[in-house]
């Protein structure tokens, strides 16, 4: 008799054979199965330990603008509106067991602006501060169920992902769902074929929403069918959406000239902000855009960010905590080297990302392709100090493609 038969688990008694792997102990052995079975068992008889993800205190409004204020340049419309809107959010979820009759429904949020003014950062911020699950889910890859694509489920498997599949703090997490005005209806009038990636996935986003219990797949559901499911109550999680919409400044200004008729209609246009037509939005241009109306009507939280000016642009390479100057600097200092970026080199990288209209995006893309040379042959060489001219700049992004950073 072999060693292996021998050995045996002390709780279900199968052999190293049959069970694949022991675990020894004082006076005796376990098997794996045995052990995930006794963790199953004491998280339904809630002894183990609470995750990190509890929101013991929560912040007030102005205290996670504040926050807001440390890592986003501008944007301070959004910031309020989101600022109030989170709070509220994670005040009524704490204060839930009140007994009182009046039931506060929760409201999402969408966002609209253009590429790089800070949609994505403002959410994963919030979620930092709050210290509560989040993910980020692009909507351009959701399709219906049974078609190629990525399920709406798949919104709920990554943030049970990012909770470490804990349930409980999955349900009070926050999910942004970016490029939502790709997933827009192709036309207003409907089609004999099936808008299986637009209105149909707008149509599987509503149970979410709005707030119910959805079974997950743990791993996805189309690689692994015959995996458990999980239950998750959507009914807390709060859901941020953000897209670009681009074109919809047309449709705002379609309907700002329909609504201005007869005598003051010339002094009315002059008092429209042509400049930013994007802070007139409202929830029936999104419609016009192409969002059904019972997703409007889930997200009734509505903000929108300005496109960003040039000294917003000059602000976020240096001012934030965690701005592109500041990582490329500490990037360097690892390496012992002082990084220095001259004024003009600064000013040379902002014309160059209002020029390709890239926003705050553009602005790593453009500083990468200055430093590339230096951050591969300075780590070798004994030089201490490395400074960036504006000549210099120039004449390391005049060897790029544009093509690179094109819109």
Do not use: W
Request: proline share 4%.
């Amino acid at each position: 008799m072999t060693e292996k038969t021998k050995r045996r688990c002390s709780f279900c008694g199968r052999t190293e054979n049959e069970a694949g792997m022991l675990i020894s102990g004082m006076s005796g052995y376990i098997c794996t199965s045995c052990v995930e079975q006794a963790h199953e068992i004491l998280r339904e008889e809630n002894l183990l330990e609470k995750s990190d993800f509890e929101l013991k205190e929560l912040p007030k409004p102005k205290e996670i603008k504040a926050f807001l204020d440390n890592y986003v340049i501008g944007q301070d419309e959004a910031k309020r509106v989101l600022s109030v809107s989170v709070y509220n959010h994670y005040k009524r979820l704490m204060q839930h067991d009140s007994g009182d009759e009046v039931e506060i429904e929760k409201s999402n949020i969408i966002m609209v602006g253009s590429t790089g003014t800070g949609k994505t950062l403002l959410a994963r911020t919030i979620a930092r501060l709050l210290k509560v699950p989040f993910t980020i889910v692009d909507a351009t890859v959701l399709t219906e169920a049974g078609y190629v694509g990525e399920d709406i489920e798949s919104l709920l498997t990554r943030l049970l992902q990012a909770a470490d599949y804990d349930v409980e703090a999955a349900e009070r997490g926050i999910v942004f769902i970016d490029e939502i005005d790709k997933i827009a209806r192709k036309g207003d009038n409907p089609s004999i074929t099936r808008d299986v990636s637009g209105e149909g996935v707008q149509q599987g986003l509503l149970k979410l929403l709005e707030g119910s219990i959805v079974n997950v797949p743990p791993q996805g559901g189309r690689k692994h069918p015959e995996q458990k499911m999980i239950p998750v109550n959507t009914r807390n999680i709060l859901f941020i959406c953000g897209g670009a919409f681009d074109g919809i400044e047309r449709k705002i200004a379609q309907r700002l000239n329909t609504h201005v008729v007869g005598y003051n209609s010339v002094q009315n246009n002059q008092n429209v902000d042509k400049d930013n037509i994007m802070k007139y939005v409202l929830p029936q241009d999104l419609r016009s855009f192409g969002l059904i109306p019972e997703i409007v009507g889930r997200l009734p939280i509505l903000t929108f960010l300005k496109p960003l000016d040039r000294a917003a642009l000059r602000n976020i390479l240096t001012e934030p905590k965690n701005s592109i100057v500041k990582q490329y600097i500490k990037l360097m200092e690892m390496d012992g080297i002082e990084l220095v970026f001259d004024d003009d080199a600064l000013e040379y990288v902002v014309d160059k990302a209002l020029e390709y209209k890239l926003g705050a995006r553009g602005l790593r893309s453009i500083v990468e392709s200055v430093m590339m040379d230096k951050m591969y042959e300075m780590p070798s060489m004994d030089e201490k100090c490395c400074r960036i001219t504006k000549e210099y700049a120039s004449e390391q992004f005049a060897k790029c493609n544009p093509s690179d950073f094109q819109n």
